[in-house]
Structures are given as C-alpha cells and as structure tokens.
C-alpha cells in the first residue's frame, strides 16, 4: 500500500489504524479504507491490478478471495463517495459477477479493465473508462447495459444514469477535480 495525505483504515474487527500500522494490514472482508482532503491510497495487489482511492473517499472491501497462484478470484468494494480508479493487472476476468464495484447507483461488472469512478456527497457522479468493458446494473431498474472503452456516464442522486458518451479528450478524472 503507498499513500499520501491523511487516510485511515478500519478492520472488520473496529481498530482504525493510521500511518505505517495501516499500510501494513491485509486486504480482507469488512476492511474500510477513508481518505481525507487530499489524501490518496494505492493498493497493489500481486497479479499488479492497482485500487486508487482519491481524496474524500470511503470504500469498503465486502469480498476478496484469492487464489495460492496470486490471482484474484473474487473482489467486490463498495464505493458510498469519493474517487476510485481501477487498473486490472495480470489477470483479466470475464465474468462480472467475480469482480464488482457498487456505487449508490448501481453495480460496475469488471471485465480486464481501466476506469475511474467518482461519487459526489450529493449523489451525482461519473464513471469513465479508458480500457476494457464495464457491465452496469442500474440499482433503481435492475437495467444492465455495457460500457465500452473510450465511454462514460454521469448519474444524478435519483438513481438516474445518462446514456454512454465518449470521454473528450485523454484528461484523467482525478486531474479534473484537482482544477
């Protein structure tokens, strides 16, 4: 784990631990991970897929199995606000059920995958994605659609998630917020 800025961890069993003491922990069920204003988090996992936590962001790891080879088998991470971004390593799944993210709107189904999400405190948002596919499942109306490399959707605190429109230009979310 690398970091910058103030963050903390919380384990399943309640500790909030800070500083070197949270770099240290593994990535286990119920770990919450909370970051500050300007506070930033890189989780490496072995097969190299990278979690990016942004300032102001609480996400919590409800499912993290994996294999002895290193390959993950299952991740699942709730993101209730803030930025994260995900860089899928070595290992590329195809079925979206293994590998998820839970936003307050919906579901993202991982497929070998690069995108960044962003969860405002009002509810609004975006999701971009610059690799790969991301299978979406309207909480609200249980509707799945596919978003494809190069697209991105906004969404409104209803629940309300826009049609896929292509991201303008190669600026990177995170840059954007830091404006």
């Given at each position: 784990m690398e970091s910058r800025g103030e963050f903390y961890v919380l384990t399943k069993d309640g500790r909030k631990l800070t500083g070197a003491e949270a770099k240290k922990i593994p990535l286990e069920e119920g770990t919450k991970v909370v970051t500050g204003k300007g506070g930033h988090v890189?989780?490496?996992?072995p097969d190299d897929?990278?979690?990016?936590?942004?300032?102001?962001?609480?996400?919590?790891?409800?499912?993290?199995?994996?294999?002895?080879?290193?390959?993950?088998?299952?991740?699942?991470?709730?993101?209730?606000?803030?930025?994260?971004?995900?860089?899928?390593?070595?290992?590329?799944?195809?079925?979206?059920?293994?590998m998820k993210v839970t936003l307050p709107i919906?579901?993202?189904?991982?497929?070998?995958?690069?995108?960044?999400?962003?969860?405002?405190?009002?509810?609004?948002?975006r999701v971009a994605l610059y690799a790969g596919q991301l299978e979406i499942t309207e909480k609200k109306s249980g509707y799945t659609f596919i978003l494809d490399a190069g697209q991105m959707v906004t969404f409104g605190p209803g629940g309300k998630i826009s049609r896929p429109k292509k991201i303008k230009g190669a600026q990177m979310l995170e840059d954007e917020?830091?404006?």
């Open positions: 890189r989780m490496t996992l897929t990278t979690f990016t936590v942004g300032a102001n962001t609480d996400l919590v790891i409800d499912k993290f199995v994996y294999d002895p080879d290193g390959t993950p088998k299952t991740i699942m991470a709730n993101v209730s606000k803030g930025m994260f971004r995900w860089v899928t390593g070595k290992t590329a799944r195809k079925d979206p059920a293994k919906g579901d993202l189904g991982i497929r070998g995958t690069d995108f960044e999400a962003l969860v405002e405190p009002n509810g609004r948002g917020e830091e404006d």
